[in-house]
């Protein structure tokens, strides 16, 4: 056989395993995301009382505000 023959049948080789290596690897790749992305994460820990004191917080802001408005009004 040609000697230029059998170097491109060995780089051709090389390439098919490169591609093949490379396949695998994105494979096993895809898979550690994926399976990682469906694991359950922990839970975030609350603090209960902090969230209490926030939506009051807020709740009272809303209110004064809706007591500005109605008196913008009224004086309107």
């Known amino acids: ?40 994460q922990p839970p975030i820990p609350v603090d209960v009382s902090m969230m209490r004191s926030k939506l009051e917080r807020e709740k009272s802001e809303e209110d004064s505000n809706l007591g500005e408005r109605s008196s913008c009004d009224a004086t309107m």
């Not at 780089?11 to 995301?33: G, S």
């Open 1 to 40: 056989m040609h000697p230029d023959v059998v170097f491109l049948q060995w780089k051709a080789n090389n390439i098919r395993r490169v591609q093949m290596a490379l396949v695998l690897r994105c494979t096993i790749d895809f898979a550690k995301r994926s399976r990682l992305a469906s694991a359950p």
